[in-house]
Every structure is written in C-alpha cells, then in structure tokens.
C-alpha cells in the first residue's frame, strides 16, 4: 500500500476454511476489501455463502480478520455490530413485521439512513407490505425487506449473497441502481455481493473470483 492508497475497510491475514477430509475451500495469505463495491463470484457450491458467513464473523476460520480497526479475535461483539448481514429466510424473522425487523436492524447503526430506507422501501414496492407478519411475504419480498435495510445501513461492511435471487426484473434492475449509486457516495463502507450473474455496469472497486486458493 502506498501512502496515497486509502486503509481497506477490512484486512484479511492467513485465512483458511477448511472441511475435514477436504482441500481447503478458502486459502489466501493476505486479501483486503477496499470502500465501494467488491464482486465475490463464483460457480455454485465454490463457497460464497461460506465465505460471507466468515467475513460476517459467524462461521470461525483460522486467521485474521480487522474490520476498520477492530480484531475480530479480540472483539468479536464490537465486530459484528460494525457487519450487516442477514440471510431473508431466517425463521426468527417470521413472526415480525419489515417495521419490526428494520428496527432491530438499525439498533446500534448510528448512521443508518431513514431517508435512503424510504426511498429503497418505494423503489421496492415494499410500502404495502411492512405491516404484514414476514411469514406472510414472498421469497422475493422478504429479501427485498432486507435489501431495502441493507442498503441504508451505515454498517462499515454490508455483505449481500445473491441478492437477485427470488427478484422480479423491476426489483433486479433497481438493486443494480441502488447499489451503483451507493458506490458514489463516497461512504467509507465496503458493500460485498457474492453472485452468480453478471454484473455489467457496477462501478466496482475489486472483485474475487472463488475458490480463494
């Protein structure tokens, strides 16, 4: 890094996932996620979910992890508060309506955007839906209940696995809008998107191709 490059928003050191009897499904010695938009692609089973569950810190692996600072090893609450990542099909989510959820979202995220969450709430035609209970709502309208939070999160690392999936092309079309309009605003957060689609157009700032070895 030279002293005109900015600091990663999360650093990576010695990583290693590995399943017993199997060649390690993540090995790199030194990977750094910088601010804006990072593409994890990969062909399916080649370890994105397993990958993100990492960076999220619930899935242990052997090395390092520092998220703006903080040690996962040595602060692995206060990392995880500075991680958005949550998987739309959770069965804790069922008896809670999108208010309910968004609002356990943002606890401790001082700098989630109520403004930007409106706007993903009607680019997502999500405003009929938030007093229903989540068990009520499609695939695709649970998943964009998380999009929407997501993408107001003022968490420093924003992990997103397939977002597309269960997604009509309007909603499609307007996540790839949301997340190119995230990238220029400059925020010193990292947006990861683990997918299988192509992702033309997206100003992204790095993208890594798995499996990681």
Same mark, same amino acid.
């Given at each position: 890094?030279? =002293?005109?490059?900015? +600091? ?8 290693? !996932?590995?399943?017993?009897? %199997?060649?390690?499904?993540? =090995?790199? %010695? ?10 994890? %692609? ?6 994105? +979910?397993?990958?993100?569950?990492v960076l999220a810190g619930e899935q242990p692996a052997q090395g390092t992890l520092v998220l703006e ?13 500075? !991680?958005?990542? !949550? @998987?739309?099909?959770? =069965?804790?989510? @069922? ?17 989630? @955007? ?15 839906? &938030? ?26 690392? !924003? ?15 307007? &996540?790839?809008?949301?997340l190119a309009e995230s990238a220029h605003r400059g925020a010193r957060q990292a947006i990861v998107v683990a997918s299988s689609l192509p992702s @033309?157009?997206?100003?992204?700032? =790095? +993208?890594?191709?798995?499996? &990681?070895?």
């Open positions: 890094m030279t =002293a005109h490059e900015p +600091t990663p928003i999360l650093q990576l050191r010695r990583l290693r !996932v590995a399943f017993p009897g %199997e060649a390690p499904l993540i =090995a790199c %010695e030194s990977l750094a996620l910088p601010a804006g938009l990072t593409l994890v %692609e990969g062909d399916t089973g080649s370890g994105k +979910t397993t990958l993100l569950r600072g903080i040690h996962l090893a040595q602060a692995p609450q206060a990392y995880r508060r500075a !991680v958005f990542h !949550v @998987d739309a099909r959770e =069965a804790a989510l @069922d008896a809670l309506t999108p208010h309910a959820c968004t609002a356990a979202w943002r606890e401790d995220d001082p700098g989630f @955007d109520a403004a930007r969450w409106s706007l993903m709430v009607e680019g997502f035609a999500l405003g009929e839906h &938030l007093d229903k209970r989540m068990d009520m709502l499609s695939t695709g309208s649970r998943r964009k209940v998380v999009l929407a939070a997501a993408l107001a999160s003022g968490r420093a690392l !924003v992990l997103l696995d397939e977002p597309t999936a269960a997604l009509d092309k309007a909603s499609v079309r307007w &996540l790839w809008q949301a @033309d157009g997206l100003p992204l700032a =790095a +993208t890594f191709t798995l499996p &990681l070895r």
